[in-house]
């Protein structure tokens, strides 16, 4: 069987995981800051998962290259800002497994890791645009999704083609455990005001050299 992603990529997390719940958290990272910690905590507190894994593409389809940092560059802003943090891993995976789309990770990683349970964690920015992403519709009958509040969130996303195709499916956040496919929930957290435009706009290229981050 052909796959779209390098087959055997993963084998060596499989066992380690059978059993467990991992959100997963995609994004360019570009670069990861403290938002972006602040909803991982709160999805361990309250979804009550094993483990996060940032998973940084190696390329977004939706955004220009223009800007984009080295991944490198994103991977070790993510590996800084977790540090001491055991529960949050900053993952390569797409880039091992060779993938571009978001649906084509989560199917290579439920393949790979059969006895793990997989949530796909996202900032309410995302809910507008969702359903621009490839397959859109297959992610969201492939796994649970746990939209959290952000700053700049535009309400008008419940007006968004995944809020109104998948509104049957949505789930109060204190019934969301995961175990229903599909099924989404929206978490409502305090917000925090931090941007990786705005730190892009403020410091440019300096943020991936040696200078101090201004974020934090």
Known sequence: MKHRWHSGALRHLAARNRGRTIGLY????NPAHSGHLHVATEALKR?????IWFLVSPGNPLKSDDGMAPFEARLKSLETLITGRPKMIASDVEQ????????????ALQYELPGTRFIWLMGADNLGTFNQWHRWQDIAKSL??????????DPNGFASDLARRFAKF?????HFDGTQIPSWTFVTIPRH??????????????WFTDKKREDT
């Open 26 to 29: 995609g994004g360019s990272f």
């Open 47 to 51: 979804l009550k998962l094993d483990e």
């Open 96 to 107: 091992k497994l060779g993938t571009r789309y978001t649906v084509d990770s989560v199917e």
């Open 144 to 153: 649970p999704i746990a939209v959290f509040d952000r700053t700049g969130y």
């Open 170 to 174: 949505r789930t109060a956040p204190a």
């Open 193 to 206: 005001p931090a941007s990786a435009t705005e730190i892009r706009n403020h410091q440019g290229e300096s």
